[in-house]
């Protein structure tokens, strides 16, 4: 176990505290090289300004995820790039949109799902044949109804039930024999509503 004196000494020669601003740490508990994954996140949420300093490549990959989340919306799209999936995921809650869209083929599909909870309508277009369901399902609950007959013989029930009750009336048959039958209770409801409407006076 490290000793108080020992503890000092680290922080005497801890690069955070020379830099020109102060530092609200605490050696072992609000430190950027903490043993614990809670002090790091502790130390970044008492320093934010810190969070854009320590998100760059330079640091271990377990700061740069903290940081990432405190790191300033300006220097983002800089993270966008890292190594690091996490750092990726991060970067994408708070970079600009027209720095997002390049990610829509990143190789982690939890990249992919966080680009696709910030775009809307057409940005997502490429993604409705996304190989992991979990992006295809933020996507079809984003894209614009007009979009969603192209996902239509997406093969995961959730999906098609959110096409249920998103896509327009007259695609509502293609899905009137759906193998899932909550699917078909809710094309019923739907059609159940309209068909009034559509009879002659």
Known sequence: MTGDADRHEECARCSVRQWPWPARCRPGSVCPFA??????????????????????????????????ARAHPYYAPELLHDPDRHVRRQA???APLDHVSPLRED?????????????????LIIMIDDPDVIVRRIVASRVTTH????????????????????IDVSWLMVLAEDPTADVRAIVASRLQWVAPASRPD
């Not at 994954?37 to 949420?45: K, L, M, Q, T």
């Not at 998100?55 to 271990?60: F, Q």
């Open 35 to 68: 043993q614990s994954a809670f002090g790091v996140h502790r130390f970044f949420r008492r320093n934010p300004l810190f969070g854009t300093r320590c998100a760059t490549p330079e640091w271990p990959e377990g700061i740069r995820r903290a940081a990432a």
């Open 147 to 166: 979009m969603l007959p192209l996902m239509l013989g997406d093969a995961d029930p959730h999906i098609r039930r959110v096409l249920a009750r998103r």
């Open 92 to 94: 994408i809650k708070r």
């Open 107 to 123: 190789a982690d599909a939890g990249v992919r799902a966080a680009v696709a909870r910030r775009l809307f309508g057409s940005d």
